[in-house]
């Protein structure tokens, strides 16, 4: 009897622990925007409709790349939506893809998540200020007529960032850089303006050295434009 009584509490624990898992699952499905370095099941979701209606010609592997992005803002704006290769609400609304509650303040389909990943990759051996000036620069850009004015249009902007082109921007964010990108977006911009920045030790591009620097914080300068 005892044996018996143990093995279905057992088999209760197990069974509520998997439906936790299911049910966590589910939520979590549909929930976060899906953007460039997005991976899983939900991207491959987004490839074969794009495939299908003839908006995508590569590979539905669940990773989004260059071409999903490209796929992503033909849809976009062939639809009058946002065309910034991000698919938020209203992107995957128009997909037909069901759109869940969020679950908790930073996830994937947050800009402060984006742009943390964004100061990981760039900056995340600076000192606090520094990686809060890294996303003063990004959100500055998204404000000046050279540059995209999304987030995402800023990071992924083809050259613009070392880190997206080494794949560093796929790390998970520090908690750092999480707390750097909200005082970024909630307004702290140590550079007063600057759009560029650049560690002069590392620094290859020849441009870069037309550039007027303003401030140094770390081992990177800043500068709103040229000499």
């Given at each position: 009897m005892?044996?018996a009584l143990?093995?279905?509490?057992?088999?209760?624990?197990?069974?509520?622990?998997?439906i936790?898992f299911?049910?966590?699952?589910?939520?979590a499905?549909?929930?976060a925007?899906?953007?460039w370095?997005?991976?899983?099941?939900?991207?491959?979701?987004?490839?074969?409709?794009?495939?299908r209606?003839?908006?995508?010609d590569?590979?539905?592997?669940g990773?989004?790349?260059?071409?999903t992005?490209l796929?992503?803002r033909?849809?976009?704006?062939?639809?009058?939506?946002?065309?910034?290769?991000i698919?938020?609400?209203?992107?995957?609304?128009?997909l037909?893809?069901?759109?869940?509650?969020?679950r908790?303040?930073?996830?994937?389909?947050?800009?402060?998540?984006?742009?943390?990943?964004?100061?990981?990759?760039?900056a995340?051996?600076?000192?606090?200020?520094?990686?809060v000036?890294?996303g003063?620069?990004?959100?500055?850009r998204?404000?000046?007529?050279k540059?995209p004015h999304?987030?995402?249009g800023?990071?992924?902007?083809?050259?613009a960032?070392?880190?997206?082109?080494?794949?560093?921007?796929?790390?998970?964010p520090?908690?750092?850089?999480?707390?750097?990108a909200?005082d970024a977006?909630?307004?702290?911009?140590?550079?007063?303006g600057?759009i560029?920045?650049w560690?002069?030790?590392?620094a290859?591009s020849?441009?870069i050295?037309?550039?007027?620097p303003?401030?140094?914080?770390?081992?990177?300068?800043f500068?709103?434009g040229?000499y």
């Amino acid at each position: 009897m005892k044996k018996a009584l143990v093995f279905m509490s057992i088999f209760f624990i197990v069974s509520l622990l998997a439906i936790t898992f299911y049910v966590d699952d589910y939520i979590a499905y549909g929930q976060a925007n899906i953007f460039w370095g997005s991976k899983g099941e939900e991207v491959k979701v987004v490839q074969s409709k794009l495939k299908r209606w003839g908006y995508y010609d590569g590979r539905v592997d669940g990773i989004y790349g260059y071409r999903t992005y490209l796929a992503i803002r033909k849809f976009q704006k062939k639809h009058n939506l946002k065309v910034d290769g991000i698919v938020g609400d209203s992107t995957k609304k128009a997909l037909g893809i069901p759109i869940k509650t969020k679950r908790t303040a930073i996830s994937r389909n947050d800009d402060i998540y984006l742009l943390s990943k964004a100061i990981t990759g760039e900056a995340r051996g600076e000192p606090y200020v520094g990686q809060v000036a890294v996303g003063a620069v990004i959100l500055n850009r998204t404000k000046d007529a050279k540059f995209p004015h999304s987030i995402a249009g800023v990071i992924y902007q083809p050259g613009a960032f070392t880190a997206v082109d080494d794949g560093q921007i796929n790390l998970n964010p520090t908690e750092t850089a999480i707390r750097a990108a909200r005082d970024a977006i909630n307004g702290w911009d140590p550079t007063g303006g600057a759009i560029y920045y650049w560690n002069p030790a590392t620094a290859t591009s020849k441009w870069i050295w037309r550039l007027k620097p303003t401030l140094k914080i770390g081992k990177h300068w800043f500068a709103k434009g040229t000499y």
